[in-house]
């Protein structure tokens, strides 16, 4: 498998950027998923995908 060790500062920055949006979108729909309901399957469906990430 082909790797790389080193990256230039524009590469990092931008991998930074784009993990920050992705974040920022999860977290609005999160709040706006919060808001809107309270639907068994929905909450453990979100439940479910977050523990993927702790």
Request: glycine share 2%; proline share 2%; aromatic share 8%.
């Amino acid at each position: 498998m082909l790797g790389r060790k080193d990256y230039t500062q524009e590469e990092l920055d931008h991998a930074k950027t784009a993990v920050d949006q992705q974040l920022a979108a999860y977290t609005k729909l999160v709040h706006a998923i919060d808001n809107a309901t309270s639907d068994p399957k929905v909450v453990s469906a979100l439940d479910a995908f977050e523990r993927r990430f702790r």
